[in-house]
């Protein structure tokens, strides 16, 4: 496949979707609903993100926008605070394509700063407190240096990092700024893992420069100039980052435009998406703010719909389970690691506590196994999730899939996954249903379409699709890729195949292919998947490729058993094996070891809450490493070899099972 030149990207990505008929080669499906939405957003919506979601809200003023921690903050209010927030830029000097930088988490400021940055055209760089120093250094040297947001806890851990770059303002949001009173009402539940106190004073001693947000306000009352730009749907506003599959502290920086949020939101309305409309939805947002899932699915979409967010500051797959309860929400976007970890851990925790009021639980940022499914599903039930409004729970099946690749800006919705096969006695995966404006095609390795439903390259392209990698060009250009035909998709770089239905199965990532000396390649995903299948047993499988020291392939299977497995665990593990035997060239399944991970001993994840691929390849072939095989009427784990002078271990693990 043919690699695009990154000159030719702003006529690829912004042109394609401006409708016009003469072109032969358009990349919007010819639907006339589609059609006349993406017209309408080029001709009426031409103008900035904040702006849409006002205008959405005229008849909301008094709803519910910003839940946060016991804390109701109305559209109104929420238009308020954007407005004097954005007369405070300005009267810093800020102007329209000044990129400002942010290190903040989850609260009303963060929200209130965004919007103001939309208002007054400017473009906001969200970036990590966790991210490599030097990266951030980076990051900071792009922006103005005429303001800088944070809050409290993130700048604590940043502060010697930016005190190079000489901000004229360091405006710090306290966690306590929007809570009532500055008082904590979770402080039992919070306890242990975040301190709701006001230490900017202490900052201020030691920085002329850092203010509070409140102060920051107040430099902009007297500002009488005009506040809002003029701002057109392909500027660029949003510079967020990628997470979960770059190397540790360097996420690459994705520029989306203003027509990435405002497409998102007119698609996820009823009559396109064909969801059911929300209504009185209070939307959890916890996932870390630099991610752009966090800012288009838990904040941009609630509030286009004229519903709210709840704004949760910390972020810990421990502390889940409190968030639950201290928010209370409707929707529940999370990561498949954190939901599982609630899933086993919930009820141990808060045995009295239901969730009626949950009734859109959503698995984002990494795929889900059946088994995975099936325990998150278990859990909701014992919780009687939904209950509020329906009269039973949602039962069987009520785990719904949401997002695609943060390049895209997201492009699937689905009501179920892969057990909607109980609910539809169909044997067929229900799989991933692209929003309409995305074209979305399954690739082979020359860039001919597949249509036969088997596995190749997943690509799409939309409006909602970013413009570039910042300060990447090669990985742009690697990204932006040409089909046969010479036409423009961006590379998920992930298998997937197509269903009868036309809706896409993904299978996972690509790059670490299984070599045979035939010249073929069999991706993990062959192995994992067939691993999972047995999801009464099997709760959560990740196939690593390792390299012994002889530089030999090695796939060594994390697995990690269902709590209330069926069989027993030799059984389990040994029938496994065997079905790879059976499945696999005999080449690549003799080389196949297992690693057994306990319930509590759960899969590391990243400060993006995804399961921690980098963390299980660091790994590599260890001790723990096991063979299951059956001997003289035996089961036993052979301990696989780690170096040429280690003696394998046989371990008897179940001496009554017989031949």
Known sequence: MKIVNIAKLREIVLSKFKLNKEKSNKIVKTNKKVEAALKE?????????????????????????????????????????????????KQAGIKKGDAIAICMANTPEFIYTLMAISEVGAEATIFGENFDKSYIETIINGCTDKVFFATDKKYEKIKDII??????????????????????????????????????SEFKEKDKNVETFKEFIISGINYSGQIRERVALDDDFLRSFTSGSTRKGLPKQMVHPHRSLITMARFHDTDLSGLPAMHDVRMLAHIPTYSNTDVITSISDPLSQGCSAALEPIYDINFHNRSLIINRPNAIPSTTSFLVHSAKTFEKEFPFEKMPQAYIVIAVGEPTSKGEERLINKWLKNVKAGTKRVPFPLSPVTLSLGGGDCEH??????????????????????????FKCVDEVILDKNGN?????????????????????????????????????????????????KNKKGNTIMHGRMGSEFHLSTGEEVA???????????????????????????????????????????????????????????????????????RLHSNEEEFQVTGSGKRSINALEEEGLTDKCFIPERIDGEIYFTKYKTNSNDVSKKMVLNKTIQK
């Open 449 to 497: 379409h597949i249509t036969d439903g088997s596995v190749g390259r997943l690509a799409a392209i939309g409006p909602t699709t970013m413009k570039r990698y910042d300060g990447n060009e090669d990985a742009t250009n690697k990204f932006f890729i040409k089909d046969a035909n010479g036409k423009i998709y961006g590379d998920t770089k992930a298998w997937a195949s």
């Open 163 to 200: 005190k190079n770059k000489n901000f004229k303002h360091k405006v710090i949001v306290s966690l306590t700024d929007s809570l009532k009173d500055g008082i904590d009402p979770y402080y039992e539940l919070d306890k242990g893992f975040c301190d709701f106190a006001n230490n900017i």
């Open 41 to 89: 957003i080029e001709e009426k919506r031409n103008y900035a993100w904040d702006l849409d979601i006002e205008k959405r809200n005229t008849a909301n003023l008094e709803k519910e926008a910003l839940f946060y921690r016991g804390n109701v903050i109305t559209f109104r209010e929420l238009f308020e605070n954007r407005d004097k927030t954005a007369k405070a830029l």
């Open 524 to 594: 993990p995903y062959v192995i994992s998947e067939a691993i999972q299948d047995d999801y009464y047993n099997i709760l959560s499988c990740e196939v690593i490729n390792a390299k012994n020291e002889e530089g030999m392939e090695i796939p060594v299977a994390h697995i990690e058993m269902q709590p209330d497995s069926k069989d027993t665990l030799p059984v389990a593990l040994l029938s496994t094996k065997e079905k790879l035997d059976s499945l696999l060239p005999e080449e690549l399944a003799s080389k196949v070891v297992f």
């Open 409 to 434: 800006g997201g492009i699937y919705f689905t009501l179920f996954h892969a057990l909607r096969q109980k609910v539809s006695f169909s044997k067929e995966t229900y799989g991933l249903t692209p």
